[in-house]
């Protein structure tokens, strides 16, 4: 196995898949001759050509509906987008025709498609190059929304992601693009998509996280377990479909949740999770379910990022008033 960053196993991902399936396209702005702005197609257009890796115009709501058209033709498109504030003008497609296809014929033909983009913040970028609108999508039926955690995952995930019938979102934090070092295999493996992970097992609190918020957590933990809390850490690692099940087991073991999330606090992933544990495990809590999330702000500019994203000092905080709170 290979020590890869996150943004290596998302390339070591597109390679395997690209040699392994004709039908596989990846196409986007400054995807084929500089591989990208963050380096995620790097080699690949030398590898595989000009006709399987390309660059297009900017132009988002072009580029995610040629996606569209191929995916009905039979191939098997991953269509990137530079930024997650650029998603926006695609937002049509995606609404109308992406989510839409299988339902609109009757689930006679598939939309076999991904829209992988960077998300989130943490990195010091511009406007529109940090927001983390994962829930806007895991509203919308007929998506499935992916955000990994780690290189290993984020290698397995998007492998499932190209090979899945149905349009995949995913979202790669890119504050941990190359934060974090891991074995990764270099051959094809997958990850089921929906299937949260238990990242490490407790008995007092369970903590739901995904993406580049699983790294703060794990780093509030060292804290915790000096001060005897035993913290079930979940990586949610897909949005939509959620792993409900999982959440419900962990917290009729644990008594309490907290879930965190950067993204805003209105009617967030956080708000859904929660909701959830009150129908199926409301007579196992011991506290009051929480939620740590960014404010209903948009992500400020550079100078006042270190305002809005909490660090795991913050979370250490939430978790320990967590425990001392009595339903």
Known sequence: MAVMTMIQAVNSALNVKLAD?????????DVGVEGGVFRA?????????????????LAESSIVGAAVGMAIAGLRPIAEIQFDGFVHPAFNQIVSHVARFRYR????????????????????ALELHSDSLEAVYGHIP???????????DAKGLLISAIED???????????IYRAIKQEVPEGLYR?????????????????????????LVQQAMVDLKKDGI??????????????????????????????????P?????????????????????????????????????????????????RIYYEIKRVMEANA
Do not use: W
Not at 106 to 118: A, D, N, Q, Y
């Open 105 to 124: 014929t009757r689930g006679k033909m598939p939309l076999p498609m991904v829209i992988r983009f960077p998300n989130g913040g943490g990195v010091r």
């Open 142 to 152: 007929g998506l499935k929304v992916v955000m990994p955690s780690t290189p290993y």
């Open 191 to 215: 990850i089921p998509i929906g299937k949260a992970r238990i990242l490490s097992e407790g008995t007092h609190i369970t903590v739901v996280a995904y993406g580049a918020m699983v790294r």
């Open 21 to 29: 399936d004709e039908r596989v396209l990846c196409f986007g702005e």
């Open 265 to 313: 606090r209105s009617f967030g992933v956080a708000a859904e999770i929660i909701a959830r544990v009150n129908e199926e495990a409301f007579f196992h809590l011991e506290a009051p379910p929480a939620r740590l999330t960014g404010n209903d702000t948009i992500p400020p500019l550079p100078k006042s990022e270190d305002l809005y994203f909490f660090p795991a000092e």
């Open 230 to 263: 035993s913290v079930e850490l979940i990586d949610l690692r897909t949005i939509y479909p959620l792993d409900t099940a999982t959440i419900i087991e962990s917290v009729k073991k644990t008594g309490r949740i907290l879930v965190v999330h950067e993204s």
């Open 41 to 57: 197609t790097d080699g690949l257009q030398k590898k595989y050509g000009v006709k399987r890796v390309f660059d297009t115009p």
């Open 165 to 175: 019938n149905d349009p995949v979102i995913f979202m790669e934090p890119k504050r």
